[in-house]
């Protein structure tokens, strides 16, 4: 079977809405674009969309069945992430004042750490097993690989940058203290409770 244009069609629409809805690449951006702004947020955003494209081109070419002949990998790897996503909640939820333009008191997360974080995040593999597994014909595969990984990250790169951008339109509503610590707290609550089926998966 061939990558046909209704298959991808099928797939632009996977794509699509599981980059659009929330899981903990888009709530630290919301929270970035909260804390940092839209622009210092801008190499968070790439780096997941980068990062991404290459874990998606990772799987394809054989990095998914590693889990599959090592199942002890993707257990580590799987609490691995589970521990970085409780810093970076911690992170979040002890966040101070809104960061102004070239303030050096706090640092938004970078590309290279958006783009590793990516490896870590258990969203992010079920995104890119999916996507291989579901919608790659084995006809022409490895040019199928390319296609998905690309097709992917051009769908992407607007869906988070537009909760990069909504976070940044909420600066002025959360110039309070309080409400930005409300908020911030919130997000890193959202981010703990993004670990729970992460935590009661087996597999």
């Not at 991404?52 to 580590?76: D, E, I, R, S």
């Not at 597994?133 to 992407?156: D, H, M, Q, R, W």
């Not at 790169?157 to 909504?166: E, R």
């Not at 909420?170 to 890193?188: C, D, E, Q």
């Amino acid at each position: 079977m061939h990558l046909t244009f209704d298959l991808l069609c099928a797939f632009a629409l996977f794509a699509f809405v599981s980059s659009i809805t929330p899981g903990p690449n888009n709530t630290m951006l919301l929270a970035s674009g909260v804390n940092f702004g839209f622009v210092r947020t801008i190499p968070h955003a790439l780096g997941i969309s980068g990062g991404f494209m290459v874990m998606v081109l990772a799987v394809g070419f054989g990095m998914g069945q590693l889990f599959t002949a090592f199942p002890m990998a993707y257990t580590v790897l799987r609490y691995a992430g589970a521990a970085y996503l409780l810093y970076l909640a911690w992170k979040i939820a002890t966040s101070g004042p809104l960061s102004k333009p070239g303030s050096a008191n706090a640092e938004p997360l970078g590309f290279l750490g958006a783009a590793a974080f990516q490896w870590v995040n258990p969203k992010s593999w079920v995104m890119a097993i999916g996507a291989i597994s579901t919608y790659t014909p084995s006809e022409g595969y490895f040019y199928n690989v390319v296609v998905i990984a690309l097709v992917f990250a051009i769908i992407n790169i607007p869906c988070v940058f537009s909760w990069a951008s909504f976070g940044s339109a909420l600066r002025n509503v959360l110039k309070s203290p309080r409400n930005l610590v409300i908020f911030n707290v919130t997000m890193a609550g959202l981010l703990v409770v993004s670990l729970y089926p992460l935590l009661l998966s087996t597999s």
